[in-house]
């Protein structure tokens, strides 16, 4: 018989059992079957890696359990015992990011589970924080029309879609113009799931989408010239700090407006309706539903919608460059002679 050697609290203890040796889990080829924290964690990238894994996930992965075992990389996986773990977490207070860390070191725990490095995972003994939602903010008309006219070309069309058909930043940033139909009027988004999803677009997103210069290569420009833009609009509509999903939210809650079924918006979104109607919508006014599919991007002269009057009555030449360009206004008399300020920040 050969002994079956497991690691508790770094305490070798001999168990004995009759367990057919082709049958073992366990990797005889390591001494002792120790394995030090980092050993473990190449492995788990690598595994991720090969399964497939999306480069974001498997990058924040890897950042996550770098900073866990900072100066103590060649520890033994089983030397990290709950009480050592929950301490590691309460330095992060809030709710969400201590959440996140549990996430990403459990994962490392149940993968050294799975290769028989551990007889347990030590963060299911751990327990689970609460993760309270604060209300989704959403921009307001006003808001919405005052990004578009500081957002640059260059980035526009990230805008456009996050703004108006509610995809996924993630999604956007991976995504090729040869995706946009702007015949069809739809959108091919490789979704979150790894699930093909087809996003038809409203008229408003179809006419800004037209009105970009360049039509070809990806979508999105680098993740740094993003966060320039982002603060750039952040400082024209006063807002201390982004907000997360600003514009997937708003567009969520202005799609159900528009529409008024949960289910058709939700199916857009990639998600459920529960989701979209816990987490995604805002409440929003008949005129500011209006008023927010007929925003037009010119410097001045944009039409305001008054009296709820129906966005199909709009039509604008999406135009950015040069002077003040004027909307055409059909079934709409008057035009105010410069954009609407924006409402207040946050609801």
Same mark, same amino acid.
């Given at each position: 018989m050969?002994?079956i050697?497991?690691?508790?609290a770094g305490?070798?203890?001999?168990?004995?059992?009759t367990?057919?040796?082709?049958?073992?889990?366990l990797?005889l080829?390591?001494a002792g079957f120790?394995?030090?924290?980092?050993?473990a964690?190449r492995e788990l990238?690598?595994?991720k890696?090969?399964?497939?894994r999306r480069?974001r996930y498997?990058?924040s992965?890897?950042?996550y359990?770098?900073q866990?075992?900072?100066?103590?990389?060649?520890?033994p996986?089983?030397n990290?015992t709950?009480?050592e773990?929950?301490?590691?977490?309460?330095?992060?207070?809030g709710?969400?990011a201590?959440q996140?860390w549990?996430n990403r070191l459990s994962?490392?725990?149940?993968?050294a589970?799975r290769r028989?490095?551990?007889l347990?995972?030590p963060?299911?003994?751990?327990e689970?924080v609460?993760?309270d939602?604060?209300p989704?903010?959403?921009l307001?008309p006003g808001?919405a029309?005052?990004?578009?006219r500081?957002?640059?070309?260059?980035?526009?069309?990230?805008?456009?879609? $996050?703004?108006? %058909?509610?995809?996924r930043?993630e999604?956007i940033?991976?995504?090729d113009?040869s +995706?946009?139909?702007? =015949? *069809?009027?739809?959108?091919?988004?490789?979704?979150?799931t790894?699930?093909?999803?087809?996003?038809p677009?409203e008229?408003?997103a179809?006419?800004?989408?037209?009105?970009?210069v360049?039509?070809?290569?990806?979508?999105?420009p680098?993740h740094?010239?993003?966060?320039?833009?982002?603060?750039?609009?952040?400082?024209a509509?006063?807002?201390k700090k982004?907000?997360?999903?600003l514009?997937r939210?708003?567009?969520?809650?202005y799609l159900l407006a528009?529409?008024?079924?949960?289910g058709?918006v939700?199916?857009?979104?990639?998600?459920?309706?529960a989701?979209?109607?816990t987490h995604?919508h805002?409440p929003?006014?008949?005129?500011d539903c209006?008023e927010?599919?007929?925003?037009?991007?010119t410097?001045?002269h944009?039409v305001?919608l008054?009296? $709820?009057?129906? %966005?199909?009555?709009?039509?604008?030449d999406?135009?950015?460059h040069g002077?003040? +360009?004027l909307?055409? =206004? *059909?079934?709409i008399?008057?035009?105010n002679?410069?954009?609407?300020?924006?409402?207040?920040?946050?609801?």
């Amino acid at each position: 018989m050969e002994p079956i050697r497991c690691y508790q609290a770094g305490t070798c203890l001999i168990l004995h059992a009759t367990r057919n040796l082709s049958q073992m889990a366990l990797p005889l080829s390591r001494a002792g079957f120790s394995v030090s924290f980092a050993q473990a964690a190449r492995e788990l990238i690598a595994a991720k890696t090969a399964a497939n894994r999306r480069p974001r996930y498997v990058t924040s992965l890897r950042y996550y359990l770098a900073q866990f075992s900072k100066g103590r990389e060649n520890l033994p996986l089983e030397n990290f015992t709950p009480a050592e773990i929950e301490a590691w977490l309460n330095r992060y207070p809030g709710a969400y990011a201590r959440q996140t860390w549990l996430n990403r070191l459990s994962t490392l725990f149940s993968f050294a589970v799975r290769r028989g490095y551990l007889l347990a995972n030590p963060c299911v003994r751990i327990e689970r924080v609460s993760v309270d939602r604060p209300p989704p903010l959403i921009l307001t008309p006003g808001q919405a029309q005052t990004a578009l006219r500081v957002i640059p070309a260059l980035a526009r069309p990230y805008f456009i879609l $996050g703004l108006f %058909a509610g995809i996924r930043p993630e999604e956007i940033e991976r995504m090729d113009w040869s +995706q946009i139909d702007l =015949v *069809t009027k739809t959108v091919r988004v490789d979704g979150k799931t790894r699930q093909r999803r087809i996003v038809p677009l409203e008229p408003r997103a179809v006419e800004l989408l037209n009105g970009c210069v360049l039509k070809r290569g990806p979508v999105a420009p680098a993740h740094i010239t993003l966060c320039r833009v982002k603060r750039k609009v952040r400082n024209a509509l006063g807002l201390k700090k982004w907000p997360q999903d600003l514009l997937r939210h708003t567009a969520a809650s202005y799609l159900l407006a528009l529409h008024g079924d949960a289910g058709r918006v939700a199916t857009r979104l990639g998600n459920s309706p529960a989701v979209l109607l816990t987490h995604y919508h805002e409440p929003v006014t008949a005129a500011d539903c209006a008023e927010f599919w007929a925003v037009c991007p010119t410097m001045s002269h944009n039409v305001i919608l008054a009296g $709820g009057a129906s %966005a199909s009555k709009i039509k604008c030449d999406g135009k950015t460059h040069g002077a003040n +360009q004027l909307a055409v =206004v *059909t079934g709409i008399e008057g035009a105010n002679s410069g954009t609407r300020p924006a409402r207040a920040a946050e609801r």
